[in-house]
């Protein structure tokens, strides 16, 4: 069987740590297939982090064991673990990321590791033990309380309001927040409603960002550059964007509502 090894990380592409652990681990390994699924998450941002994960860690053969490096370091307050979870393994920190992850689905078992060394010499020996087939309750102690960052889940305040935040910026500067299609249909229940994102109210969410602008019109007339559109994207999130944005010439959502991550949003349905 084929065992896969991701890694996303917040090191970027300019130093060597990416190097350095991939480089640990074809020394414990006999060609292990690794594959980047990102290391440009902003530094420490666990909420970027786990959104990529959220959305890409299924798309993975079950067995997969995923590296998360990001703000993952051994602290008196911070243990390294090993999760599994959903049939993958998750090699992180237990700083709140895997409750971020899923809020349906708990870990089968989670193991804080005892192993000594450098946090890229225990990702590396804990993912090859792992990969070998080694059970994981060899590398550390079984423990039953996760860390979970509530303060960062949708807040349901009346039959008429939900709150929700923002979870990641994307390389167009739309924001995503964590108000899912589902939820959002829940409790709207056909109504009429408005997103309210600091300043910015938007009353209609179309299906893609194509969808808001009328084709029929001749290019000239046509409402495009700017335009503020929202949508649920393609894993089912709220997300706010500008048509066609580019952060360093006509703007994006991010830097044109000026919001950023954890602001809040509301939805107020009538």
Do not use: M
């Not at 409790?187 to 994102?197: D, G, L, P, T, V």
């Amino acid at each position: 069987k084929i065992i896969i090894i991701s890694i996303t990380s917040d090191y970027g592409n300019k130093d060597f740590t990416k190097g350095y652990l991939k480089g640990l681990l074809h020394s414990q390994l006999e060609n292990p297939i690794i594959v980047d699924i990102s290391h440009e998450v902003s530094p420490f941002n666990i909420l970027e982090a786990s959104y990529i994960i959220k959305n890409s860690y299924k798309s993975f053969p079950r067995g997969t064991i995923h590296i998360i490096d990001v703000d993952a370091d051994k602290t008196p307050e911070q243990e390294l673990i090993v999760a599994i979870f959903d049939e993958h393994y998750f090699v992180t920190a237990n700083n709140g990321i895997l409750s971020l992850i899923s809020e349906e689905l708990r870990p089968n078992k989670v193991i804080a590791i005892t192993f000594e060394g450098n946090k890229f010499d225990v990702f590396s020996k804990v993912a090859s033990h792992v990969h070998r087939g080694g059970n994981i309750n060899l590398v550390g102690n079984e423990i039953n309380k996760l860390k979970e960052l509530k303060d960062l889940k949708i807040r349901i305040k009346s039959e008429n309001q939900i709150l929700g935040n923002v979870i990641y910026i994307d390389n167009y500067g739309n924001i995503v927040t964590n108000i899912s299609k589902r939820v959002f249909e829940e409790y709207r229940k056909e109504r009429n409603f408005s997103i309210n994102a600091r300043s910015i109210i938007f009353d209609n969410i179309y299906n893609s960002y194509t969808e808001a602008i009328n084709f029929n019109k001749e290019k000239i007339y046509r409402e495009e550059e700017g335009k503020k559109i929202a949508i649920f994207n393609n894993s089912g999130y709220l997300e706010l964007g500008i048509y066609k944005s580019n952060p360093s010439t006509v703007g994006s959502a991010k830097t044109l509502f000026g919001l950023n991550y954890g602001d809040t949003i509301s939805i107020i349905f009538k």
